[in-house]
C-alpha cells in the first residue's frame, strides 16, 4: 500500500481540488460555518439550516435527491432520533440550493487508499478533506455517501435545535435547561406540562444555537429500526411531484433534437414541416441542437421530428470496434496510476500456474425510468428551474453562467426523481431548459426528452477493457497483475461537476480492483486512461461497476486453475487480510447452503467486492429449463458498519444487485455511424418480474465505519452470475451481455 509519504508526492483527483480549495480560503473559513439559507418569516422561526418550526409544527430539511433509495426518510430520521419528534409528523422538503447542504463524505471518498484498512489518521484526514466541499458548493447525492455524509451532521442539527428549544422554555419558565426534557415535539416542564416547540420556537430562533453531546445508541429509537417511508403514500397514490408533474400557470412544453455525434452541431435545417403544425408555438434554434415549444409535450414532439437537420461529422471513430480499438491503444502508454503494488508480480515460484484473461464490458446508458426533464422560467433578471436532479447547487451554477446571473438570481427547486444513478447529476438536460427558457422570457417552458433522445443522449458508462494475469501453486493465489483501460469517468465527469481540470493518479478508474480485500502476496493493479470519445459519466457504482467484475472473475478462474472451492479460495484470501470481508462470505455460504457442488442442470457462482466502504458477497443460483437458463436464487450479504434502516438497506442491496443483473444480462451501447443504435426499452432491455430470482438480504455490522447502501450491491451482480454460468455450462463470460452467449429466459 502506498504510505502517506508516498501520498503527499502525488496530486490526486477531487482531492487535489479539495486542496486548493483549503489552502485558498484558510483555517478561518474552514470551520466557519456555511451561512443559513432559510430565512425567518411567516412566523417560521429557523434553528438551524436543517430544521425550522411555525405554527403548522416541524419541518425538516432533508437536502439529498430522492430518487428512490429512501434518504428523506432516513435523514428526516436522524434530526428526529435527537430532536424528540415522530418523522411521521413532521413536513420534509428537500430544500434549496446552498452551501450548507454540502456532501462532506463523497469528497472525503477522494483521498488515496484502500479504505477498508484506514488507519484512524487517515479516517481524520479524510473528515478534513471533506469538509473542503464546502468551498466547491458540493451539494450533491451521490457516491453512496448520504448516510455517511448526514449521520453525525443530521444528528448534531437535531440534537441542538432540541436544547435551544428547551433553553427558550428555561427562560419563559424561570428555571434551569437541565430540569426540561422533550417529548413528541413538546418540552415537558417539572410538573409534566407540554410546552408544544411551535410555541417556543420564536423564542428559540433569537437564542445562540446550543451544542450538545449526541445520545448514546442505546437511547436511540429510530436509528437501526425500520422506520416507515415518508414519501411512500404519495408514491402508491399518485400524487409525488416529479419532474414531469411540474405545472405552472402559462406553461409551455418543449421538445429537442440533438445531433446524434456527441460534441458537434448542425450544418443546416429546415423547420418549414413543423412550421404550419397546429399547436406549434416556436421553432427554436439551440446553436448545436433544434427545440420546439408547443401546447403540449406530444405535439411538441412530433414537430421537432418532423424538422430536417443535416449534422456534422462525428469527431471519433466511428463504430464500436474502432472505439474499442482506441481504448485498447492507451495500454501502449504508461499507465496513469499504479494504485496497488505489492510484492513482484514478474518473479513467479516455479511451478506456478499462469493465467491470462482479457474481459471486455460495453458502454452502458442509465435508462432511468423517468427521461430527462427539467422546467425553467426565466424573467429577466431571475431564472427559477425545477427539476428532478441530483446536484442543485452544480444546476444553479451553470444555470447562472448560461443566462449571465448571479448564482443568487437562479432557484433551484429538486422534486422526485425518477430513477438517478448518476444520470441526474450532469446539467445538460437543465442546460437545454435554460437555454429554451431564454427564448421564451416571461413563458414557463417544461422540456422532456424522449426516450429515444434520452437513450442516445446519456453520458455513458465507459466501456473497458482490462487485461489480467494471474498464478496460481499448490493450491494458492501467489500473483495478480491487472491492467484496466477505459475513459475516464473522473476526468470527464466530475471535470464538468466541478468545472476544474482533473490530473493525477484516478483512484476512481481503478476502484474495487486494486482495492479488493484479498491477501495475494504479490499484487498489481494499473489503470490505463483513454482519450475522450463517447460523453461518459457517473453509472451506479461508477468504476466498480467493471472492476468489480474484472477482478472478481479472475479470482474465480484461479480458483479453478487451483483446484479450489471458488467460496473457500476467496474466503481463505479475505480472512488474510480483513475480517468483515471474510464474515460476509461465510454468511452468504450459510445462506445459500453452499456445498461446493450443484447437480447437473443447475449452477452457482460466488462474487465479493468491496465498493463505497461496503464488503458484498452475492450468491447467485441458474438453472437449465429446456435450453433456457433462468436465475432462480440469488443471496447477498453486506457489512454496513451501522445500518440507519434496516428494511430500507435490504431494499438499497436488492436494487443494486437487480440494477447490476439487468446490465449483465442485456445492457450495451454500441455505436455505428458515430451513432448510438440503442433507442428505447426493446432493444435496451431489463429483468422482468418473471425473469427475477428470490432474493435474500442479511445485514451485519461488523467493520469499524458507515459504508454505503445504494451502489455496494451492484459491483458483485455481473461475476456472481458469470461465474454461476460457468458452473452450469462451462462456458467462461469474459464479456457482457450474457446474452450474446447464453439462451437466457426473457
Known sequence: MASLKKIARRSFLIGSAAIVGG??????????????????????????????VDQSGVTLIAPRAEMGQGVKSAWASLIAEELDVDPAKVTVLHGPAAKAYYNSAMMSEALPGRGYDGSALQHSLGEIVGHMAKFLDLQVTGGSSSMRDGFERMRHAGASARETLKQAAADQLGISRDQLTTEDGHVITPDGTRLPYADLARTAANLTPIETDLRKASEWRLIGKDVPRIDMVAKV?????????????????????????????????????????????????????????????????????????????????????AIFDEIARSFDAAPNSTMRDDGNVDALPEGATVIEAEYRLPY????????????????????????????????????????????????????????????????????????????????PVQLTWSREEDMRHDVYRPGAIARYRAAVKDGKAVMVHGKIAAQSTTVEGAGRMLGLPMSGPDKGHVDAAFNQPLAIPNFRVEGYLAKPMLPVGFWRSVGASFNGFFSDCIIDEMAHAAGRDPLDFRLELARAEWEPAAKVLETVRDMSGWTGKTPDGIGRGVAMAYSFGTPVAQVIEVADEDGQIRMTDA??????????????????????????????????????????????????DALRMHTMPTVQVELLENQPRMGGAGEPGTPPAAPALANALFDLTGKRAQQLPLMHEFDLLI
Open 635 to 684: 443471496w447477498i450479504a453486506a457489512d454496513l458498519g451501522r445500518v440507519i434502516d434496516p428494511k430500507n438497506t435490504r431494499a438499497q442491496m436488492f436494487g443494486g444487485m437487480v440494477y447490476g443483473l439487468s446490465a449483465a444480462c442485456f445492457g450495451e451501447i454500441t455505436i455505428d455511424g458515430g451513432a448510438v443504435e440503442q433507442e428505447n426499452f426493446p432493444d435496451y
Open 23 to 52: 489552502v485558498a480560503f484558510g483555517t478561518y473559513k474552514y470551520h466557519q460555518p456555511a451561512p443559513n439559507p432559510l430565512a425567518q418569516k411567516d412566523g417560521r422561526s429557523v434553528l438551524n439550516p436543517f430544521v425550522f
Open 237 to 321: 397514490t399518485g400524487t409525488a411531484e416529479f419532474g414531469v408533474d411540474v405545472r405552472l400557470p402559462g406553461m409551455k412544453f418543449a421538445a429537442i433534437r440533438q445531433s446524434p455525434h456527441f460534441g458537434v452541431g448542425k450544418t443546416a435545417f429546415d423547420a418549414s414541416a413543423a412550421e404550419g403544425m397546429a399547436g406549434v408555438d416556436k421553432i427554436l434554434d439551440l446553436g448545436d441542437a433544434v427545440a420546439v415549444v408547443a401546447n403540449n409535450t406530444w405535439l411538441a414532439q412530433q414537430a421537432v421530428d418532423a424538422i430536417d437537420v443535416t449534422w456534422e461529422k462525428a469527431p471519433y471513430p466511428e463504430t464500436t470496434e
Open 364 to 443: 452502458l446508458a442509465h435508462a432511468t425510468m423517468e427521461p430527462m426533464n427539467a422546467t425553467a422560467l426565466y424573467s429577466g433578471d431571475v431564472l427559477q428551474i425545477w427539476a428532478p436532479n441530483q446536484g442543485p447547487t452544480v444546476v444553479q451554477k451553470k444555470a447562472a453562467t448560461l443566462a449571465g446571473l448571479d448564482v443568487d438570481a437562479v432557484e433551484v427547486n429538486t422534486t422526485y426523481l425518477g430513477g438517478g444513478f448518476g444520470r441526474r447529476i450532469e446539467t445538460d438536460y437543465t442546460d437545454r431548459a435554460v437555454q429554451i427558457a431564454m427564448q421564451m422570457q416571461g413563458t
